[in-house]
């Protein structure tokens, strides 16, 4: 048995948790509850020069064009797959590690989170200063309307599940809210693919529905957002541990899909009028569409182009994996949505 700590060291201890856990429950209720939705704080550590030695880590990252931009319009970047850590949307989009600013230059780019990560303390300036936005849609069609860019890992955490080396496995047929935005804004789809994401970590993640741990994992994704898959990589200095395996991450953006901005019946009515199209619109410069609570908009039309845009979108991405795939990931298997 240990011996017993002294009773100063143990009122110390006892007071810095205290502190520190009512600190970081003033915080969470406080400015934690207040995630950045206008992408108003400057990219100050966005050129921070350890994410270039963060991508030195993997023997080849790098960072592909395949057709030009234009630094005029709005771009929704969508990345997949999601991966256990998505790697490839933070080194590629996230920092300036990968030249994202010289290959896309006059187009200011923000990768989008979950509000979760902006209530830890700390956490939430570190994610501020480095451009992150919240991946809610009023944030989105915030930046999107102040003529910025997003980039938004589109199969989020729940695809995180389905990470496992060799396959590229997404959630994507029931995730068409990035597509709402583009149509509401104008701003064009750009699908994007993190070859090598998968093999970052062995993952435990082939589990029954009905397996406990799978059941928490969801548990945890319907009440917090997020979830935690199972997964394993090296260490430092041992053969096992967190750290990714130094894979080769080749991260290819696709050529833009073009989204004629949706203005509505009210506004069109309104502009052969000859009055301001003020109806119909929102403060950010965005259509403003009413939806029925779950996502889709009571608007038929809207929808029927949301279903064309996202076929479209889906199309590009399977064709931009299939154009790829020999060069960057040969051994892999076929790219399958299966959500």
Known sequence: ????????????????????????????????????????????????????????????????????????????????????????????????????????????????????????????????????????????????GSGKSVCITVGGGSESLLAAPGKYDLILNRRKGFVRCALQTGASLVPCISFGEPETYNTINQLRHSHPIRRYQRFLERTLGFTIPLAFGRGVFLPYGLLPYPVPLNIVVGAPIEVEKYKGKEEEEKEEEGGPASIGRVSNGSSSVRGDGRGRSNDAVFEALVDKYHRQYVTALLELFDQHKEKYAKHASDMRLLE
């Open 1 to 144: 048995m240990t011996s017993q700590p002294p009773l100063l060291g143990r009122l110390a201890i006892a007071y810095y948790c205290a502190t520190f856990g009512l600190f970081t429950a003033i915080y969470a209720i406080g400015p934690g509850a207040v995630p950045s939705t206008d992408a108003s704080w400057p990219k100050s550590l966005w050129k921070w020069g350890m994410w270039k030695a963060m991508a030195t880590y993997f023997p080849q990252c790098k960072l592909h064009k395949t057709a030009d931009l234009p630094p005029n319009k709005s771009y929704i970047f969508g990345q997949h797959p999601h991966g256990v850590l998505a790697y490839g949307t933070w080194l590629g989009f996230g920092t300036s590690a990968l030249g994202f600013d010289v290959l896309f230059p006059g187009i200011d780019a923000r990768v989008t989170t979950l509000n979760i990560n902006f209530r830890a303390p700390f956490l939430r300036e570190y994610l501020l200063l480095l451009g992150v936005c919240s991946v809610s849609k009023q944030a989105i069609l915030n930046i999107l």
